[in-house]
């Protein structure tokens, strides 16, 4: 490979590519946790329906959006070693960055027309806004050790994770300002459409908007990558031989391996938890009126960005002190005290202590999972593929969460069965995080 990327730890590039956290995670935060599920909750309430036919089957609304957000990280699976293998021999990573980001944002911009007499569109566009938003920053994540000495990289990884609640929580109290007074904004009923869902749908276009904007920055200071030199054979399925090869570079890193083994299992709770937490909260609390229920969600998921802002500034400084797996294990310990108090969440107070609780350690486990894989990388420029491999096993491990919690909420009639669930993979999570440092045996 020949290495193009020439301003390593300056600050310059450093913010850049901390940026795009500040450019996509509107979408984590409006899209994923926030105002959509609150939208599409609000929807099977106004139609005075809890099951929708698709597919050719009578489904409940919750475990049919867990279901489609199980099929997009399937698909996030394939394609992310696809694209790592074609960019490697194009050597230009940051046009799939943009393509995947484009892709993504004009998604949320067709979430705009998502209504239940046109379901498969509306699914069709969270899918692709699912697939946009993870694989430009699995694309993303990749840069880290190619710009960043590992002494920087806890550091500015806090920063990207920093910067995206701080952006996001921007956007989203101007979509919470339009969502409680659609008047001020112009918006009325019209056509049988209520104003607040109206309002709702223009949120999604504004997520859009913004991640194709900020995102600009992040395009004109990143380099293109690294470019593989000789000959150009099985470009397409390059990326999948890649993997392999890492999966068999492991062999020889025993504390990478183990690290990643522990990162599966607690990953696949952690995301699951993010992707479901507002539909569990929108159907499991008792809000009392549709306006206190929009307004405690999002209040909700406004304190724990506020929160995680903290939280990832403190887990790094925690790592410092007393290093990156111990500091993972006590996070790990949290979560599953969190997953055991939701279970008995009955009152919007209940669900506010618990969000507050969550914004502690969201942020730093995401931020300081991130730069301890990159840490422990060996001396590769092939940083592409080892963040690839990273990135499919954490999609796996969603698939996995996702599709578990869907089935357990549909055989039990109930959400809050599966937060014991997902504490079990903290749990497990926890115990292999105490394995990584341990002397491997002669």
């Known amino acids: 490979m020949t290495k193009i990327l020439a301003l390593k730890g300056e600050k310059k ?3 850049a590519w901390a940026f795009y956290d500040w450019a996509n995670s509107v979408y984590s935060l409006v899209i994923s946790s926030a105002v959509f599920p609150i939208f599409y909750g609000a929807l099977f309430r106004v139609a005075e329906i809890e099951k929708v036919t698709v597919f050719g089957g009578e489904i409940a609304r919750a475990p049919l959006i867990s279901y489609v957000t199980s099929a997009a990280f399937v698909f996030i699976a394939i394609v992310t070693p696809l694209v790592s293998g074609i960019a490697d021999y194009l050597g230009n990573k940051k046009i799939f960055l943009k393509f995947f980001c484009y892709l993504g944002a004009a998604s949320c911009i067709g ?8 379901i498969y569109f509306g699914l069709i566009c969270y899918f692709f806004g699912l697939v946009g938003f993870w694989v430009s920053f699995a694309i993303n994540n990749s840069y880290l050790p190619d710009i960043a000495y590992p002494e920087q990289q806890d550091g500015v990884s806090a920063k990207g994770f920093s910067l995206g609640y701080i952006g996001s929580v921007i956007l989203l109290l101007f979509n ?12 009325t009923n019209e056509g049988g459409e209520v104003a607040e869902i109206k309002a709702m749908k223009y949120s999604f276009v504004t997520v859009g908007i913004w991640w194709v904007l900020f995102s600009q920055y992040t395009f004109a200071h990143l380099p293109k990558g690294y470019k593989r030199d000789g000959e150009r054979k099985n470009i397409i399925l390059n990326g999948f031989k890649e993997l392999k090869s890492v999966w068999a570079q492991l062999g020889g890193q025993i504390r990478l391996k183990r690290y990643l083994g522990a990162f599966f299992v607690y990953s696949m709770a952690v995301q699951t938890i993010m992707l479901i937490a507002t539909y569990f909260g929108e159907e499991e609390i008792n809000w009392g009126t549709d306006n206190q229920r929009t307004t405690g969600l999002i209040v909700s998921i406004l304190v724990i960005q506020v929160v995680a802002i903290l939280g990832a500034t ?5 790592s410092k002190v007393f290093g990156n797996i111990k500091t993972l294990i006590v996070v790990n310990v949290f979560w599953i005290l ?3 108090y939701a279970y ?4 919007p107070t209940d669900f506010y202590i618990a969000a507050g609780l969550v914004g ?19 001396d590769t420029t092939d940083t592409t593929s080892f963040f690839s491999f990273y990135d499919v096993a954490e999609k796996i491990g969603i698939i996995i969460g996702t599709l578990m919690y869907g089935i357990i909420a549909q055989l039990t009639g109930s959400m809050r069965n599966s937060t014991i669930f997902l504490g079990l993979f903290f749990l497990v ?7 990584v440092n341990k002397k491997p045996r002669p």
């Open 176 to 187: 919470l300002a339009m969502v409680m007074k659609p008047d001020v904004f112009g918006i």
């Open 338 to 340: 969190l997953c055991v």
């Open 13 to 15: 590039l450093l913010n």
């Open 360 to 378: 502690i350690v969201m942020g730093g486990i995401q931020a300081l999972s991130r730069s301890t894989y990159s840490k422990f990388l060996p």
């Open 429 to 435: 999570g926890a115990f292999l995080l105490t394995r």
């Open 344 to 347: 008995f969440l009955q009152t």
């Open 111 to 118: 979430l705009y027309w998502f209504s239940l007499e046109h």
């Open 314 to 318: 403190v887990t790094a400084r925690a």
